[in-house]
């Protein structure tokens, strides 16, 4: 290693006007083997772990000098991120643990858990993220989190209770059960069974789940009534909680867990459109009628959630191995073949994004306005009988979806968990990456081992003038360092 760091100090006093740094260190250490992957996967790991992390936990992406952090918005120095960050990375390490035997990574495995438990609420779920200083988090909320022109609304008040969108409350519950069935440590025990008597806490009695628990109703808005408290579907919030709930059954054994996954899908089958339009929302009202959720998410029948609401109904079936999951999909497909704009390559549909639910109209929206209070932009929407439809589409693979179906009803009683595991609990076959592609991974490290590049970001100065509001840093990216991860994981799988 004492070679490795002095070829790098010569070639970068030669080479740092070329900006080549990054390609003769890895070039350096380029052969492609299984002990010298090993060890370009453990010194990235390190750095992650021991540099970039904050007490654990990790955000998504980093300026390469560190002057700047991002999660979905821009992050303070003291924030971890629940949404689509540490869970992953814990996951991540875990898996690194499997595939290598090193207990190094099995060690920030658990670092990341003792984060996400740190920042746990006391009724056992999760916010968009852990703030280390409660102390600044009203600030940030006024002068950054804020700031956004539209979407990311879901930052604009700070509840102070927890979130069941984007995977938030579902993935670290998930990731923590995944570290207590590797180490069976009871000390990951106690915080898991606490996120799950969370997700059971918070079931309406009809099946249904809020957007975020406790309920909460104090941030109506621009004429909008707070939509937290609406059963919500959208970002797939309740197709992640049965998943979650089907796998703490399949480990735990718990019949509450496999009861309310059940009472899931039976909110899916009650909260299904009428008979000409028989869809699903991305959220509900009390009446369960599509209502307002952001501005941006109108009260409409929504075409990607319906497509993934089918999906969890034929996996509620296999699963339970109970006919009804089943009814309401054949006049949903064929009201997808009705309501499809065009036929694309593959059996894939082109359909609009929204569906009125008046009229089964094509919905689009214009922007009246970017002078609403506090920053929001107001649109108006309105059915669209105009063709070519020049609004918001969605594709969905309705060959698929299809097939799957046609499938599930040859199926005989009492095979359909045999085809659940068959389907769902099938051995990945480890494909052996590109070895040029590896050998590009490997040539592509900085001198800390891991990879700089081009990430956008939020632009704050901008989010107030415009909705293009993005720009690019020079900096690290965790989703970046996870996938490059699993490339060598897939090689060193290949190899034994």
Not at 25 to 35: A, D, F, H, I, R
Not at 305 to 313: G, N, P, V
Not at 330 to 347: C, H, I, N, Q, Y
Not at 350 to 361: G, I, Q, S
Request: a neutral charge; glycine letters at 6%.
């Amino acid at each position: 290693m004492f070679e490795l760091k002095q070829i790098y100090k010569i070639a970068g006093v030669v080479l740092i006007s070329l900006s080549s740094i990054t390609l003769t260190y890895g070039q350096s250490e380029g052969n492609l083997s299984k002990e010298n992957t090993l060890s370009v996967m453990r010194k990235a790991a390190d750095y992650m772990a021991n540099v970039v992390s904050f007490k654990g936990g990790y955000l998504h992406d980093y300026a390469e000098d560190f002057s700047e952090q991002y999660g979905e918005v821009p992050a303070r120095k003291t924030q971890i991120w629940v949404q689509s960050g540490t869970p992953q990375m814990g996951d991540t390490f875990l898996n690194l643990y499997k595939v290598t035997g090193d207990k190094v990574y099995l060690e920030y495995a658990k670092k990341v858990a003792d984060a996400l438990i740190y920042g746990q609420h006391p009724l056992g779920g999760w916010h968009y993220f852990i703030d280390f200083d409660q102390g600044g988090l009203k600030e940030w909320y006024r002068t950054v989190a804020s700031r956004f022109i539209r979407g990311y609304e879901e930052f604009r008040y700070y509840y102070g209770n927890c979130t069941f969108d984007d995977n938030v409350t579902q993935g670290a519950t998930a990731f923590l059960l995944h570290l207590y069935k590797a180490t069976l440590d009871p000390a990951y025990l106690v915080p898991l069974k606490k996120a799950m008597n969370f997700i059971l806490m918070a079931q309406y009695p009809n099946g249904g789940w809020p957007q975020r628990y406790p309920l909460r109703y104090d941030y109506a808005h621009d004429g909008f009534d707070d939509y937290t408290s609406n059963y919500t579907l959208n970002d797939d919030a309740m197709n992640n909680t049965i998943n979650v709930l089907i796998e703490a059954y399949e480990e735990l054994g718990n019949e509450e867990y496999l009861e309310a996954a059940r009472r899931g899908g039976d909110f899916f089958i009650i909260a299904q459109g009428p008979e000409q339009l028989p869809a699903w929302s991305e959220q509900y009202d009390m009446n369960i009628q599509p209502d307002w959720a952001r501005t941006h998410e109108p009260p409409a029948f929504g075409t990607r959630q319906t497509a993934h609401t089918l999906e969890m109904l034929m996996k509620l079936y296999l699963f339970t191995g109970d006919k009804r999951y089943l009814r309401p999909v054949p006049a949903t497909l064929k009201w997808m073949e009705s309501s499809k704009l065009k036929v694309l390559e593959d059996g894939v549909y082109e359909m609009a994004r929204y569906y009125d639910p008046k009229t089964n109209l094509p919905v689009d929206y214009v922007i009246l306005d970017g002078k609403s209070s506090e920053g929001y932009i107001t649109y108006r929407y309105f059915a669209n009988d105009k063709k070519p439809f020049s609004g918001r589409t969605q594709n969905v693979n309705f060959a698929t979806l299809k097939s799957d179906f046609e499938r599930c009803s040859k199926i005989q009683p009492g095979e359909e968990k045999d085809w659940y595991k068959r389907l769902y609990k099938k051995q990945e076959t480890i494909s052996k990456p590109d070895n040029n592609a590896l050998l590009q991974l490997l040539s592509s490290r900085n001198e800390n081992g891991i990879w700089i590049e081009n990430v956008s970001v939020q632009d704050v100065r901008l989010t107030m003038l415009k909705d293009e509001n993005r720009k690019e840093i020079r900096g690290i990216s965790v989703k970046t360092f996870m996938n490059n991860m699993g490339k060598f994981m897939r090689y060193i799988q290949s190899t034994k």
